[in-house]
């Protein structure tokens, strides 16, 4: 029995199916299609962290020309408008991002530095709509609340060659200009004490370089060496500073006494009265990494200073340099630094050979501090006490009863007019992790110095061969410790060469020191 083809008896279901089949693959090829189209049709639009890594590619990779619009102030309510647009001036001279993002630093370091803000907080903008390629810069500062701080420290003073404790008040901002007026009080070893008020003047009235002036008043007591008490008082202005070149004018009062009774003659001829009026320039530049351990770098400082500008004052030509360097070696964060410095001072005028020179304005080398610290002129040895070699004369004896047994008064150290020093110093971290964590290191060194006499025709018996034949020297070792103040040091001093009234020896010692 054959069964009927159903295509054949029912053809309109099929064809229906067939309809309906179409009908659906067309519609979902419709809706494919229309997926298509709707992706075509998606562009991504940039966002705003895309924007930012478009711009930081084309800082990295070319130069982008800007023109700075408009340098906006904000948050000076007693800094006065003149001083904030002087120290911001860099920005509007920036042609580029890359010079505008270098001006930003810059301009946010001075304001930093200039001690009257809380916070300084610079920020780029776009320019106005109207003008394409230019930026807008906002300055925000927070003024400092108190306008009065304190501070305590511990110094190198590089004229006694010791360290002091030194304590200053200071008044910020009294008139609007970045004015710091201050007041300080050091104490010293050998009875030193200076008190000094002064202010400071980053620009005043149209002034391109800081201003600064300074009354002090400083006593100094060098009879355990010298015989002779020194009391000055006067006036410092710095008429021109910047990061490489200070120049400043002193003039002062100086009075020489002798307490005791007994100084030399030397130091006896030059007691009384002095009238000081000098001018003194100084250049330095120091490429080292750390003034308190220096790993690698270098540091050049030339001090000029010329005396007798104004009638009747002391007259004196003094000039020092100090040439630093450190080596890495490449192990233990070690390190070579060496050091040479050297100076001269004499009288200037008619027949100066014959004349002597002022006795503060001498050299005395010697003194409890390192001479890593002391950077500008023959400085501290390792092991010699203050002032403790170069010329010597002996003191005066003081018979108050014929019955009185005469006894030996010691001997007046007179400085010189020329000295020399060097020292070499190795510096190397300990294998303990906790010793380099705190900084603690140790170091090996080697210095050698001398001081002589030149003036009071004392140079026709000079010679350099001589002069370095008679250098003392010291080495040894110890452990450093840093710390935020200052740098101590527990060396153990030996003592290569000295002379018979030299002042020093071999033996322990512990030395603080301040960078100078």
Known sequence: MIKPDPIQQNPNHVGEDIDNETEE???EEDEAEEEEEDEDLKVPQPTERSKLDNLFRRIQTENVPIRVHDVIIRGNKKTKDSLLEAETALLKDATSMQDLLEASKVVNFRLQTLDIFDSVRITLDAGPEELPGTASVVVEVVETRSPLSGEVGAYAKGETRSSTIEGSLKLKNIFGYGDLWHGSLAFGGDHMVESSTGVYFPRFRGFITPVTARAFLLNQDWQKFSSFKSRS????LGL????NHDLVYNLAWRALTDP????SHSVRRQLGHGFLSSLKYTFRIDRRNSPLRPVRGYAFVSMTQIGGLAPDSLRFLRQEFDLRYAIPLGFYRSALNIGISGGVVFPWGA??????????ERFFLGGNISPICTLG??????????RGLGPTEPRRQVQCYPSDEISDPGRDYLGGDIAATAFADLSFDFPLKWCRAKGIHGHFFASA???DKLTENAYKNFSLQKFADSFRSSVGGGIVVPTSLFRLELNYCYMLKKFEHDKGGSGFRVSFSTPS
Request: zero cysteines; glycine letters at 14%.
């Open 260 to 263: 005791s009774q007994m100084a």
């Open 377 to 386: 002129g023959p400085s501290a040895m390792w092991g010699f006490k203050a």
């Open 449 to 451: 110095g001398n001081v």
């Open 25 to 27: 693959e067309e519609e």
């Open 240 to 243: 021109s500073s910047s990061r």
């Open 233 to 236: 008082l006067g006036l410092s």
């Open 351 to 360: 027949g100066f050979l014959s004349m002597t020179s002022p006795l503060p």
